[in-house]
């Protein structure tokens, strides 16, 4: 993730903590979630000249990245590091 990519998560995901704060995202729609970040998400979209659209595809892009990195260091400090599903299904047992 650039620096600049990572600068535009963190932004919106501050908007969100505070926008969000009080909500259960297991339990809101997604479609709820995004329209709520929708003013933010212009702002930079108007800022970096991109369309509102292209933004929304950004975020998803970087919060996925972000919660795969999440994961990987998660699993990187339990020193548990499965290569595979099976080895993922393993550590269930």
Do not use: C
């Not at 998560?9 to 995004?34: G, H, M, W």
């Not at 003013?39 to 659209?53: C, F, K, N, T």
């Not at 699993?75 to 099976?86: H, I, N, T, V, W």
């Amino acid at each position: 993730m650039t620096e600049k990519n990572a600068k535009i998560l963190q932004r919106i995901n501050a908007y969100a903590e505070e926008k969000l704060a009080d909500i259960d995202p297991q339990k809101t729609p997604v479609s709820f979630q995004l329209e709520t970040l929708k003013p933010v998400m212009q702002g930079i979209a108007d800022e970096e000249g991109m369309s509102l659209q292209d933004m929304f595809i950004l975020y998803m892009d970087l919060a996925s990245e972000a919660g795969v990195m999440a994961e990987k260091k998660l699993q990187d400090d339990l020193g548990e590091s499965p290569q595979s599903f099976a080895d993922m299904a393993n550590l269930l047992n």
